[in-house]
Nanobody, 117 residues
């Protein structure tokens, strides 16, 4: 069974930094792509960043996504955080499992990021 486990959320002041991490575990044949989405309270989930590298306009130049392929891990380095970055952040990955070789979209459980002004 494939799982995505996130860590690194928390409370930070505006202008501060946080790093999120997400590790995929289980029977994995291949990971085709990993990324981060976020969902502010009362709003729809939106793409933040993904690999191959793509960023939402609102985070371009402040956030960096990078992967450690050997560890099946994706990171989101968030700098110059703003109150409007406050949201639950979700890890996403398209993974081909190693048992049946089927591809699925997997999601993490979400981690809260709160930026105070």
């Amino acid at each position: 069974q494939v799982q995505l486990v996130e860590s690194g959320g928390g409370l930070v002041q505006a202008g501060g930094s946080l790093r999120l991490s997400c590790t995929a575990s289980g029977s994995i044949f291949r990971i085709n792509g990993m990324g981060w989405y976020r969902q502010p309270l009362g709003k729809e989930r939106e793409l933040v960043a993904s690999t191959p590298t793509r960023y939402a306009d609102s985070v371009q130049g402040r956030f960096t996504i990078f992967r450690d392929i050997a560890k099946n891990t994706v990171y989101l380095q968030m700098n110059s955080l703003k109150p409007e970055d406050t949201a639950v952040y979700y890890c996403n990955a398209y993974i081909i499992d190693g048992r049946h070789f089927n591809g699925y979209d997997y999601w993490g459980q979400g981690t809260q990021v709160t930026v105070s002004s």
